[in-house]
């Protein structure tokens, strides 16, 4: 079966600056892929090339069989492609199933259904209890998995996570890996930029490491800590077998 997600020789540059060099990658359905790599590494960008905030300089993306390269953000998202932002962009002055209600209206025309569709996510993301307070009332926890849940609504084949782990307790971090997990299982794949290693890895299908622009290594997570390119470019001695 061919990949739902696929960059093919992908190139950004920002005037002089190369921030996707060549990237191929791909990601089956039902997969669980993470991307990462140092700070400046391409990985935001390359998160906004598949989602169709820009196109890229050069290549192409192909999504569930279709190339998108140069279709609009709002046109891919229609077609199964959900992410979150790394700064949180939820309005803040709604309520939360306000909030989750927008991104419901990309398939529920009808309030009655967009609401409805809204409270089943609410449920699915541990927010319920949440509903009707304000976006703004939330503990930051809670504001990653509202990002979550506002992606759900819009019911994506893809979904793509930026950072929705960073800066949380690890207790609160567990139940962000026991959500992601349970969105695989609804049959999501998910593509997810994260930094913490010791969260991801465990939980990730595939690493796919990015580092000055470039695919460094790809693979399983526990080849890929041990690789001595990902050692020395972004993960550091600490991680060095045996070390
Ligand atoms: N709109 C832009 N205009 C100019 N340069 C940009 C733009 N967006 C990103 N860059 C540059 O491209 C490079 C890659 O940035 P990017 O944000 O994609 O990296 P990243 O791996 O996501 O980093 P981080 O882990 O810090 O979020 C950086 O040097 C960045 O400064």
Same mark, same amino acid.
């Not at 300089?57 to 077609?79: K, L, Y």
């Given at each position: 079966m061919t990949a739902l997600l696929e960059t093919r020789g992908v190139w950004q540059r920002f005037g002089g600056l190369v921030a996707n060099s060549d990237v191929s990658i791909s990601v089956g359905r039902g997969e669980i892929v993470g991307l990462i790599g140092p700070n400046g590494a391409g990985k935001s960008t390359l998160f906004n090339l598949i989602a169709g905030v820009l196109p890229p300089t050069q290549g192409s993306i192909w999504f569930d069989g279709e190339d998108v390269t140069h279709m609009p953000a709002a046109e891919r998202c229609q077609r199964g492609v959900g992410r979150t932002f790394q700064v949180v962009k939820s309005f803040e002055t709604m309520t939360v199933v306000d909030n989750v209600i927008v991104g419901a209206l990309v398939r529920n025309t009808v309030m009655?259904?967009?609401?409805?569709?809204?409270?089943?996510?609410?449920?699915?993301? &541990?927010?319920?209890?949440?509903?009707?307070?304000?976006?703004?009332?939330?503990?930051?926890?809670?504001?990653?998995?509202?990002?979550?849940?506002?992606?759900?609504?819009?019911?994506?084949?893809?979904?793509?996570?930026?950072?929705?782990?960073?800066?949380?307790?690890?207790?609160e971090a567990q139940t962000g890996v026991a959500l992601v997990r349970k969105v695989r299982d609804a049959g999501?794949?998910?593509?997810?930029?994260?930094?913490?290693?010791?969260?991801?890895?465990?939980?990730?299908?595939?690493?796919?490491?990015?580092?000055?622009?470039?695919?460094?290594?790809?693979?399983?997570?526990?080849?890929?800590?041990?690789?001595?390119?990902?050692?020395?470019?972004?993960? &550091?001695?600490r991680h060095a077998v045996g070390a």
């Amino acid at each position: 079966m061919t990949a739902l997600l696929e960059t093919r020789g992908v190139w950004q540059r920002f005037g002089g600056l190369v921030a996707n060099s060549d990237v191929s990658i791909s990601v089956g359905r039902g997969e669980i892929v993470g991307l990462i790599g140092p700070n400046g590494a391409g990985k935001s960008t390359l998160f906004n090339l598949i989602a169709g905030v820009l196109p890229p300089t050069q290549g192409s993306i192909w999504f569930d069989g279709e190339d998108v390269t140069h279709m609009p953000a709002a046109e891919r998202c229609q077609r199964g492609v959900g992410r979150t932002f790394q700064v949180v962009k939820s309005f803040e002055t709604m309520t939360v199933v306000d909030n989750v209600i927008v991104g419901a209206l990309v398939r529920n025309t009808v309030m009655r259904e967009a609401r409805r569709k809204a409270h089943q996510v609410l449920e699915f993301t &541990g927010l319920a209890a949440r509903a009707d307070v304000l976006a703004s009332d939330l503990v930051p926890a809670e504001k990653r998995r509202l990002e979550v849940a506002r992606a759900l609504a819009t019911e994506p084949k893809l979904l793509l996570l930026d950072e929705v782990l960073t800066g949380l307790t690890p207790t609160e971090a567990q139940t962000g890996v026991a959500l992601v997990r349970k969105v695989r299982d609804a049959g999501i794949t998910v593509l997810m930029v994260e930094h913490v290693m010791e969260i991801v890895m465990p939980l990730v299908d595939r690493a796919i490491v990015l580092d000055l622009g470039k695919v460094l290594v790809e693979g399983k997570p526990a080849d890929v800590v041990r690789d001595p390119k990902v050692i020395s470019a972004y993960l &550091g001695d600490r991680h060095a077998v045996g070390a």
